[in-house]
């Protein structure tokens, strides 16, 4: 039943990321017990995937890089254009979640799984596109993800990020209200940033910014700040 898978994934969500151990052993305790069910329950929570992907301007050839990619979910939305594509590569550091994105693509010959961290990870040429969707929040060093990632781009090529954040400037938080977002993400290992939008505004040109609110499943009282973001890196 969906509300049983819910519960199971909920109480790992209240017990929070391991403390000890390395970034990517704290990913693999964390979410082996999720990963089956994770696309499904994450399907209500982290909005905007589908649309930033749609906002990508990609055609027949294109070479694309997806850092922190997990069960590859995001791939899909794509749809039949990720066939055109000249590569797809996944890169994460979290088995378990690998796993499933091996098994979904294991027929798509341009689709390559990539075990390895974002800030380290770079592509054999320059691509087209790399983008984030919900992994730059839960990587500490987020800045140096995002730098690496420009680096991976042809000039002009996109940068996108859907994800978490604290809004900055006129659409500031009230300060007891940020604290309480960053401590309650901080137990599942999300590093919220007022500084993330302006960081991706440095490092490229931004074609399209928008910031929102997303509705907690079964917390209905509660949204959550996040934002969308495309940027292009100079010619």
């Known amino acids: 039943m969906s509300i049983l898978r819910d519960a199971s994934i909920l109480l790992q969500l209240a017990k929070g990321m391991p403390r000890e151990g390395s970034h990517a052993d704290r990913l693999r305790r964390f979410y082996a017990p999720q990963a089956q069910h994770y696309d499904a329950f994450r399907e209500r929570l982290l ?65 390559k799984v990539i075990e390895t961290t974002a800030e380290q990870y770079q592509p054999n040429e320059p691509v087209d596109c790399v983008y984030f969707c919900y992994s730059l929040s839960m990587m500490a060093n987020w800045a140096a993800a995002v730098g690496n990632a420009v680096r991976m781009l042809k000039p002009g090529g996109h940068i996108a990020v859907v994800d978490f ?42 074609l ?26 100079a010619a």
């Open 47 to 111: 909005h905007g995937r589908r649309e930033l992907i749609a906002r990508l301007p990609l055609g027949p050839g294109a070479r694309v890089v997806e850092l922190g990619a997990g069960t590859g979910r995001n791939v899909e939305f794509f749809g039949e254009r990720r066939a055109e594509f000249a590569s797809i590569e996944l890169v994460d550091v979290c088995t378990p979640l690998l796993a499933i994105a091996r098994e979904r693509f294991s027929q798509d010959t341009n689709v």
């Open 165 to 206: 954040y604290l809004p900055d400037g006129a659409r500031r938080l009230p300060i007891p209200l940020a604290k309480f977002w960053k401590q309650w993400f901080a137990r599942d290992g999300v590093h919220l940033s007022d500084q993330l939008l302006i960081y991706l505004q440095c490092q490229s040109r931004t």
């Open 208 to 233: 399209y910014v928008h910031e929102g609110h997303i509705r907690i499943p079964y917390l209905p009282v509660l949204s959550a700040p996040y934002m969308m973001y495309v940027g292009q890196r």
